[in-house]
């Protein structure tokens, strides 16, 4: 029941949270800070050139897909 209340809740805030390996928390932190201090557009653009290489390291790997 409390997980349906914090989908819920993401939901209505338009916010999802993620979990990562303990080890990788810093650097989580770290670019959660950097992508605070991006306006709107800058963010866009952020995460469009982090698709573009998603896209790239699939394609290297044989398995990109298009979407």
Do not use: C, H, Y
Request: proline share 1%; charged share 25%; glycine share 12%.
């Amino acid at each position: 029941m409390a997980k349906d209340n914090m989908a819920s809740t993401m939901a209505n805030t338009g916010r999802t949270e993620t979990m990562i390996p303990q080890d990788n928390r810093q650097e989580a932190v770290e670019m959660l800070d950097f992508l605070g201090t991006l306006g709107d557009s800058e963010e866009k653009e952020m995460l469009a050139f982090l698709r573009g290489v998603q896209f790239g390291k699939r394609m290297g790997a044989g398995t990109a897909v298009a979407g």
